[in-house]
Every structure is written in structure tokens, then in C-alpha cells.
T-cell receptor, first 115, second 115 residues
Framework: GAVVSQHPSWVICKSGTSVKIECRSLDFQATTMFWYRQFPKQSLMLMATSNEGSKATYEQGVEKDKFLINHASLTLSTLTVTSAHPEDSSFYIC???????????FGPGTRLLVL | AQTVTQSQPEMSVQEAETVTLSCTYDTSESDYYLFWYKQPPSRQMILVIRQEAYKQQNATENRFSVNFQKAAKSFSLKISDSQLGDAAMYFCAYRSVGAGNQFYFGTGTSLTVIP
């Protein structure tokens, strides 16, 4: 149980385009989802926390107009990187928590390369 | 914000031997959760073990056990009978009690298992 999927796993796009990444909890309802960014050989950096039906809470330094997060249902959250640039190239990971649970279950990640 | 420190960037262990990964944290809270996650080369974050601070008994999951020293704010992970599949990046994480609270991750320890 507690499986989280991400789609796509790999995406290459041209500079200036927008990219949408989906995060789904497959077998549970996730009241809270988290979006992370990870650079090679580094730890996870929290970008934002999203609760179903409300606006995401962004960490300091994360541009909310660039990284649009939508958590429209208890099983789906999306991260849209708008007007992507090469410096946005990174590994993006989502996680989800069950209501009342302290554990986060992670998706397999999405590797974004902006040319 | 809470801080989590992993002072060992890299560790190695001989197959079938035992290795201990260190983690310390800083908090003024009396109740919280601690986690160890494993990130193999696939980059999928996998929950290894979790500990609730109010429980004095150390958590154990098969070959994985923790040494939780609340007064010292220390949470080390012991891997017994190390296997090649244990090779991964290991992250220690702290979470406050309460719904939707974020994780604070350490910088990670890269574990190599030598055949």
C-alpha cells in the first residue's frame, strides 16, 4: 500500500515552454502533498506544501508564479514549471501523506532537462 | 526551523558486516518523529524505519535498527548483515507532530557495500 506515482519520469523541453508534472496517490487519499527539488548528490529541498482544495504554501525563495502547484483532488497534485529555463533542470520529487499519518510516501521522481 | 545533521558524507561496509550511520538533530520540541529513508541509484525514496520520540524503545525493522538517544538528540541507524542492495544514499529526517508538517532532511550519507 501507500504507492505514489509521478508522470512523466523524464521530460526534455525547450527553453520558454511550460512543463506539467503529475503526482498521484494510487491507493490512498492524500490530504497533504509535498514537492521537492533535488540536485545531484544533494539532499531534498522542499519547494512547497499543498493541501487539497487550498493554495500551496511555498518555501522562501521559491517563485510561486514560476512553479504552479495545484492540488485539486485527494489523489492528484500537479507542478507546472512555467517558462522553463536551463537552470530549472533538476530532479523533482513529490510525496504524499495520508490523513492522520506522520509518514511521507515518495513518488519515483521526474527528471527535467531544459534545453 | 529544526536542523538535522549527518556528519558522515560517505561510509563503506563489507558485505555481511554491520555499519552505523549517524544523525543528530536540534529541536526544542518534546514530541516529534524521526525517519531514515534510503535513496538507491533509481532515486526512489524508500522508508527504512521510523521512530516516535515519545517511545523509549528503539525501532527495529529486520536488519535495520536505530539507537535513539533523546537527551543527546541522536538517531543513528544500524544495518546488520549488510547486503549489496543496501548500497544507497541514506537520509535522516525530522518531523514535528501535527497534520501536514514538513520533513527536515539531513544532507545524506552515501553507503557503499564492498563485496
Amino acid at each position: 500500500g501507500a504507492v505514489v506515482s509521478q508522470h512523466p519520469s523524464w521530460v526534455i523541453c525547450k527553453s520558454g515552454t511550460s512543463v506539467k508534472i503529475e503526482c498521484r496517490s494510487l491507493d490512498f487519499q492524500a490530504t497533504t502533498m509535498f514537492w521537492y527539488r533535488q540536485f545531484p548528490k544533494q539532499s531534498l529541498m522542499l519547494m512547497a506544501t499543498s493541501n487539497e482544495g487550498s493554495k500551496a504554501t511555498y518555501e522562501q525563495g521559491v517563485e510561486k508564479d514560476k512553479f504552479l502547484i495545484n492540488h485539486a483532488s485527494l489523489t492528484l497534485s500537479t507542478l507546472t514549471v512555467t517558462s522553463a529555463h536551463p537552470e530549472d533542470s533538476s530532479f523533482y520529487i513529490c510525496s504524499a501523506s495520508l490523513a492522520g499519518s506522520e509518514t511521507q510516501y515518495f513518488g519515483p521522481g521526474t527528471r527535467l532537462l531544459v534545453l | 526551523a529544526q536542523t538535522v545533521t549527518q556528519s558522515q558524507p560517505e561510509m563503506s561496509v563489507q558485505e555481511a558486516e554491520t555499519v552505523t550511520l549517524s544523525c543528530t538533530y536540534d529541536t526544542s520540541e518534546s514530541d516529534y518523529y524521526l525517519f531514515w529513508y534510503k535513496q538507491p541509484p533509481s532515486r526512489q525514496m524508500i522508508l527504512v524505519i521510523r521512530q516516535e520520540a515519545y517511545k523509549q524503545q528503539n525501532a527495529t525493522e529486520n536488519r535495520f535498527s536505530v539507537n535513539f538517544q533523546k537527551a543527546a538528540k541522536s538517531f543513528s541507524l544500524k544495518i546488520s548483515d549488510s547486503q549489496l542492495g543496501d548500497a544507497a544514499m541514506y537520509f535522516c529526517a525530522y518531523r514535528s507532530v501535527g497534520a501536514g508538517n514538513q520533513f527536515y532532511f539531513g544532507t545524506g550519507t552515501s553507503l557503499t557495500v564492498i563485496p
